[in-house]
Each structure stands twice: as structure tokens, then as C-alpha cells.
Nanobody, 111 residues
Framework: VQVVESGGGLVQAGGSLRLSCAAS????????MAWYRQVPGNQREFVAG????????TYADPVKGRFTISRGNARNTMYLQMNSLKPEDTAVYYCLVKAYWGQGTQVTVSS
């Protein structure tokens, strides 16, 4: 099983980034896919998620209206479009597919 995130980086406040997640080797339907983030010293927190293809995605309050979760044409891929980024969005972002985590990708937003 492999879950791999990409697309993190350094961006100025107000900018945008698009994270990608690709899963492989997972059997069965990828019926739950989500993004989490973690700041050192804090617990990992939910950012956005979707069940069964994303007809009704859910978002954490701090990112509502700024972040959009979506699934790629290849059903094993997922994206997180992050707009109007703020310094408090700085974290390692993790992809969760069913019960499998990726290694994380760093997002740093400078003020």
C-alpha cells in the first residue's frame, strides 16, 4: 500500500497551493478520503474529507470557503485546492485513504 502526497511548498499569505494525493495497492472501494494537518506539538486535525466520491464533502471551519477537496478522474487520486492561504495554515498536510496515511507534505505560509 502506498499513499503519496505532493504539492506542498512555501507561499506568501493570500496565495494558493494545490496538494495531490495518489493511492495504490489498496483493495476495495476507496470510500473515504480526507486531508488532515499537523503542527509540531499539536494533534493532527481534520481539514476536509469526502465519502463515496465526494458528493457532499465536509470541511473544518477554519478552511471553509478557502479550501476545496476533490477527486481526480483516476479514482485513486485526490486534491486539495487551497486559496487565500494564511500563516496559520502552515502545517504538514497528510492524506488519509480509508485507513492508510501518507508521509505528509509541508505547507509553509509566510506573512
Amino acid at each position: 500500500v502506498q499513499v503519496v502526497e505532493s504539492g506542498g511548498g512555501l507561499v506568501q499569505a493570500g496565495g494558493s497551493l494545490r496538494l495531490s494525493c495518489a493511492a495504490s495497492g489498496i483493495t476495495g472501494s476507496l470510500n473515504y478520503m480526507a486531508w488532515y494537518r499537523q503542527v509540531p506539538g499539536n494533534q493532527r486535525e481534520f481539514v476536509a474529507g469526502m465519502v463515496n466520491g465526494g458528493s457532499t464533502p465536509t470541511y473544518a471551519d477554519p478552511v471553509k470557503g478557502r479550501f476545496t477537496i476533490s477527486r481526480g478522474n483516476a479514482r485513486n487520486t485526490m486534491y486539495l485546492q487551497m486559496n487565500s492561504l494564511k500563516p496559520e495554515d502552515t502545517a504538514v498536510y497528510y492524506c488519509l485513504v480509508k485507513a492508510y496515511w501518507g508521509q505528509g507534505t509541508q505547507v509553509t505560509v509566510s506573512s
